[in-house]
């Protein structure tokens, strides 16, 4: 999975190092199926997707990367942005490590 | 996985009994197993109740809910690498430190039972630098994953404006310390991810 491709066009800033590729294509096979429930990630307060006002992601980097291998859009609403800067070091893409889960 | 907690992948080294060709079953007898060695482990309702895709009967969420903290363990079957079973771990960063011996206990004691290594999902401390991400041996679990964890927290207690220590999972420390932190919903629908 090449995220430096996937997301050059997302105007989104990753700030972790590793993501779980089990996760992403779980996440992606429920949006591409339309089973993701997107009201629930939009009004659950206990399932935010956050980015701060640089685009930094803060939570729910697997579901931003999900969302394009899915090739969907996020609905309006859903991403909720952080009133001020994350205190960690955005990353650029390639530097994500994709964890496969067994060697 | 975020920023609001800690983060570990345990995966089946290659003799593992976990390493390929498992069933949902398989899955269930291992929670079954991880609830029966440790009785603080319950199944987690919560994390069940607010999936946000459909249930899973490959995917098992457990939680470790004391007086020392919580944290959470999610198993579930890897289809796309022969069915291998990966365990994850996390904890919040606002539990009180106590949490820490449980959740390294835990996790040595699967490590060595499973036969499985341990992916270090969440940053390392700057003066880890060279540290490998992965941890072969549960021997050097502790000396690797403490100042790793610390320096997380402070973090987190810069994002969050608050040192304050609160028994919660990960999502439920997101509604208690940073929602309230939201700009109002203002961006168009194009805005938000593009």
Known sequence: MDLADLMQNTGLTPTQKK???GMIQQYAEAMQNEEWDWQRTANDPL?????DMAGNILAGHHRFIAAEVAGVQIPAGVVKVFASS?????????EVVVVSGVR | MGF????IVL????????????TPETVQSIAADIQERWTEFQSDAVASAYLEYPPRNDEEFLVYHTAEGLFQVRLSLNPRLGNAVNLSLRFAYCNPATVYEPFFAVTEELMRRYDLYCEVMSDF???QAGVPDTIETPDTL???????????RRLWQLDSDTDTEAILRPNEALACFIAPRFLAPTEPAAALTR
Do not use: D, F, H
């Not at chain 1, 399932?47 to 980015?51: F, H, L, N």
């Not at chain 2, 995966?11 to 498992?22: M, V």
């Not at chain 2, 502790?142 to 997380?152: D, G, H, K, M, W």
């Open chain 2, 11 to 22: 995966c089946p080294n290659e003799q593992s009994p976990l390493r390929t060709n498992q």
């Open chain 1, 19 to 21: 993501v779980y590729e």
């Open chain 2, 4 to 7: 609001e907690a800690y983060s």
């Open chain 1, 86 to 94: 994350g205190a960690r070091v955005p990353r650029s893409w390639s």
């Open chain 2, 142 to 152: 502790r000396a690797v994953l403490l100042p790793s964890i610390e320096y997380n």
């Open chain 2, 125 to 127: 401390a700057p003066e």
């Open chain 1, 47 to 51: 399932s935010p997707m956050i980015k």
